[in-house]
T-cell receptor, first 116, second 116 residues
Framework: ETGVTQTPRHLVMGMTNKKSLKCEQHLGHNAMYWYKQSAKKPLELMFVYSLEERVENNSVPSRFSPECPNSSHLFLHLHTLQPEDSALYLC???????????????FGEGSRLTVL | AQSVAQPEDQVNVAEGNPLTVKCTYSVSGNPYLFWYVQYPNRGLQFLLKYITGDNLVKGSYGFEAEFNKSQTSFHLKKPSALVSDSALYFCAVRRGGSSNTGKLIFGQGTTLQVKP
């Protein structure tokens, strides 16, 4: 148990569906992240939220839409995905202080997404 | 630009023998370095980090890593491997500094296989 919970753990969706991934952290952190993990590729940082404000968007296609309603929750809304979007989506959180980010990230277990 | 290289896709070691998983990095300024471990169908778990201070850092499960600035390396080591150490290991680097919002760059991962 890392204090970061992701739901659902597994999701299968068609290319025309709309679904959402949810992440919740119980650690009192103020920064949250979405990473994509595909087979044989390094982890890709998708989005960073600091104090509920998006501070990083790594050229992610608009079919992925993040939402951070408060410091404990992070969503990734999915629509009209492609089969190549099938991957493990990892949420993480950390504490961001006055000196920047020196602490480690705490990851959830991931949401395994399959796009048919 | 920041980058991390893990030159070995897989490391095989016999139980009880010492293990080393290699990592080299490239970053402007002072690096913050991390090691994470991922077990099958799980999220990433933090092992250890180097921010400043002693070049030898000790982490979870008996792992340690040595920061070598001249060689820009941060190799992960353990004196005596266990079968349960078999997993996927990721090295990660972040540029230090107060403007750092947390963009953590991961290596491609090294699979550690410990044989009984």
């Amino acid at each position: 148990e890392t204090g970061v919970t992701q739901t659902p753990r597994h999701l299968v969706m068609g290319m025309t569906n709309k679904k959402s991934l949810k992440c919740e952290q119980h650690l009192g952190h103020n920064a949250m992240y979405w990473y994509k993990q595909s087979a044989k590729k390094p982890l890709e940082l998708m989005f960073v939220y600091s104090l509920e404000e998006r501070v990083e968007n790594n050229s992610v296609p608009s079919r992925f839409s993040p939402e951070c309603p408060n410091s404990s929750h992070l969503f990734l809304h999915l629509h009209t995905l492609q089969p190549e979007d099938s991957a493990l989506y990892l949420c993480a959180s950390s504490r961001l202080g006055a000196g920047g980010l020196t602490g480690e990230l705490f990851f959830g277990e991931g949401s395994r997404l399959t796009v048919l | 630009a920041q980058s991390v290289a893990q030159p070995e896709d897989q490391v095989n070691v016999a139980e009880g023998n010492p293990l080393t998983v290699k990592c080299t990095y490239s970053v402007s300024g002072n690096p913050y370095l991390f090691w994470y471990v991922q077990y099958p169908n799980r999220g990433l778990q933090f092992l250890l980090k180097y921010i400043t201070g002693d070049n030898l850092v000790k982490g979870s499960y008996g792992f340690e890593a040595e920061f070598n600035k001249s060689q820009t390396s941060f190799h992960l080591k353990k004196p005596s491997a266990l079968v349960s150490d078999s997993a996927l290991y990721f090295c990660a680097v972040r540029r230090g500094g107060s403007s750092n919002t947390g963009k953590l760059i991961f290596g491609q991962g090294t699979t550690l296989q410990v044989k009984p």
